[in-house]
């Protein structure tokens, strides 16, 4: 499916946001992954604050929804599913994080060169692909 304006792509954005928020609860719950619990509910914390972000850069920017369109961008590069979470064992857990986290980095860097034209838009997507950047450094130093 196109992603092809303002709307679809936040819309987007908060999905993928709800998806991996889904994920790290249930992964900071697994007893395989306690060694790891801390970081994932830090993650689930960070990530609910992305979608107030997304959430209220939809809200903000309301007028500017139908003035630019937007082409070739599609969601399927962006469909990651992650099924089972609660029975993962630590090292699934944090290598599906890491497949999360670098579609999220991609979409949001993605996402920004398209929607350029509205640049609060453009900055407020770059400041959640870099909480994302964060995140996956941390998941690759382990």
């Not at 954005?13 to 991996?20: C, F, I, S, W």
């Not at 107030?52 to 599913?81: H, W, Y």
Request: charged residues 30%; neutral net charge.
């Amino acid at each position: 499916m196109p992603l092809e304006n303002f709307g679809s792509i936040l819309n987007f954005a908060e999905e993928v946001e709800l998806q991996d928020l889904g994920f790290y609860k249930t992964v900071a719950e697994n007893p395989a992954c306690a060694d790891h619990k801390q970081m994932f509910e830090a993650f689930a914390t960070a990530i609910n604050k992305n979608v107030k972000s997304v959430q209220r850069t939809r809200r903000e920017n309301v007028t500017e929804m139908i003035l630019e369109p937007i082409k070739d961008f599609i969601r399927a590069p962006f469909c990651e599913e992650c099924e089972g979470a609660g029975s993962m064992s630590a090292s699934e857990a944090v290598d599906a994080a890491r497949r999360l986290e670098e579609r999220a980095v991609r979409y949001y860097t993605e996402a920004a060169v398209k929607i350029k034209a509205q640049p609060e838009v453009a900055r407020a997507l770059k400041t959640v692909g870099k909480k994302h950047t964060a995140h996956l450094n941390k998941l690759k130093e382990m």
